[in-house]
């Protein structure tokens, strides 16, 4: 079954994908749903999207992914407000009311070390394979409140969390989301913190210094200036060497204007290292989120909508289909495309799904497709086949089945894509004499045995030809 040509909106794909994580419990009964839908002109798998709706409907999922989309901005704001009482609490924890002291050295690694941790920490999850949940402790949080609040208990609502992050793991989007969540809720703590420490280092005087007992105070030295170099780009002051020595000495008096230029290095410090990289990775979560939305889509070639869409094929009204025998003489057969230069195509043609595709010993060189014989399907391979412009192309079809216009019509569109054209019948060896028979007595009927053979097996049907010479060949 082919993807649709439109991709579905994310709320019809999150439906239908937990309708089947429903379904996977038991099947909800669906028999007059069905009947409505078999006589449905779209396509496949539409009328298995809309199958979802209907059943969705009856089981409440429309009103809850409403109130989810209408709580989750709310539960980001609880988690921001917490973000704010974090980020007060540490510019709280960096400015000493008492003593009107703060050391630069260790306001900087309350402030900078556990978004430094949790940062490096997205950054590998997106690196290791299958840890695409890990990092982004408040990108989780989030997820988690929301699906709490908005999306309740019971099997729906653990269908449509358990859809979601399906859907967006399948669209390597999850990562991306839930990074998404957690830098905002950093920026915005961070935002809060600045404005704080600007606040208290604007109108009550401090003392910025930085002391140790057990480390070396030539690496603190040397560690201010390094971290002074990225702010210093962006215009804010840098402190000199020997205002860093004095800012070392508990004795030395403070100096006003040594003081600013330690203030707006520490803001500076903050705004570098801890809100820009947040609201840049941000940005890239955005860019990638917009980039691959169109990704999240149901995994339609599961057996599960294959059984379903073959319920919906048994119910459809039926169709006359043509006899073995058409008069196919009279019309003028599409010229062969000599000059194709591709590499060999096998592809299926209305094979039973039980049968295995492509054949486990295929050449590497030799490239495979596979067509349920609906519409869009012949439609999608006819167009892939002309886009590989193969030299030889080979049409498998069920050797117990029956030809039929539908698969002349397939034989002629590919005619003009390839510069030669062959027939191989799957499972020759188990069918009988007459339907061994039947596919050559077809192809010289409708005048297509000029330029199609017929074959027993891919190799034969594979094999180095000539275009043309080949005559139709009966299996044995």
């Not at 979802?52 to 988690?79: F, S, T």
């Amino acid at each position: 079954m082919s993807l649709p040509p439109v991709p579905l909106s994310f709320a019809d794909a999150l439906t239908t994908e937990a309708i089947r994580r429903i379904e996977s419990d038991g099947p909800l009964e669906d028999q007059s749903v069905l009947r409505q839908l078999a006589h449905a002109p779209e396509p496949a798998p539409w009328p298995l999207v809309q199958r979802a709706r209907l059943l969705a409907e009856r089981l409440g999922l429309p009103g809850r992914l409403a109130r989810a989309r209408d709580l989750a901005p709310l539960v980001l704001l609880g988690v921001a407000a917490l973000m704010v009482a974090a980020g007060l609490g540490l510019a709280g924890a960096v400015v000493d009311a008492q003593e009107r002291r703060i050391n630069v050295i260790a306001s900087l690694a309350g402030l900078l070390g556990l978004h430094g941790l949790s940062l490096l920490a997205w950054l590998v999850a997106l690196l290791v394979p299958g840890q695409g949940r890990g990092g982004a402790l408040a990108g989780r949080l989030w997820l988690a409140l929301t699906a709490r609040t908005a999306l309740g208990r019971g099997r729906e609502g653990a269908a449509l969390l358990q859809a979601g992050v399906q859907l967006l793991e399948r669209a390597r989007l999850l990562p991306w989301l839930l990074g998404l969540a957690s830098h905002l809720l950093w920026a915005i703590g961070f935002g809060v913190a600045i404005a704080a420490l600007l606040s208290a280092l604007a109108f009550r005087r401090y003392t910025l210094g930085w002391e140790t007992t057990l480390l070396d105070p030539a690496g603190f030295a040397r560690a201010i200036d390094a971290m002074a170099w990225l702010p210093g780009l962006l215009g804010f002051p840098v402190p000199d060497a020997t205002l860093i020595r004095a800012a070392g000495d508990p004795a030395a008096p403070p100096d006003a204007a040594g003081q600013a230029v330690l203030a707006w290095w520490l803001v500076g410090c903050v705004l570098v290292y801890g809100l820009v990289p947040r609201l840049l990775c941000a940005l890239w979560c955005t860019a990638l989120w917009q980039a691959r939305r169109r990704r999240l889509q149901p995994d339609f070639t599961l057996p599960y909508y294959r059984q379903l869409q073959a319920r919906l094929d048994a119910l459809a009204p039926a169709r006359v289909v043509d006899a073995e025998l058409v008069a196919g003489h009279g019309a003028a057969l599409p010229r062969r495309a000599h000059d194709a230069p591709g590499a060999p195509v096998l592809l299926a043609f209305e094979l039973p799904p039980e049968q295995p595709w492509p054949p486990a010993d295929l050449p590497h060189d030799v490239r495979a497709w596979a067509c349920d014989g609906s519409a869009a399907a012949r439609a999608a391979a006819v167009q892939q086949v002309a886009a590989w412009r193969p030299r030889r192309l080979v049409v498998a079809c069920q050797a117990t089945a029956s030809p039929d216009r539908g698969t002349e019509r397939l034989l002629r569109e590919l005619l003009p894509l390839a510069a030669s054209l062959h027939l191989w019948l799957v499972d020759a060896d188990q069918a009988d004499e007459a339907q061994r028979a039947r596919w050559p007595r077809w192809l010289h009927d409708t005048g297509l045995d000029a330029l199609v053979a017929c074959h027993p097996r891919w190799q034969s049907a594979l094999a180095d030809l000539a275009p043309g010479a080949a005559t139709p060949e009966a299996p044995r």
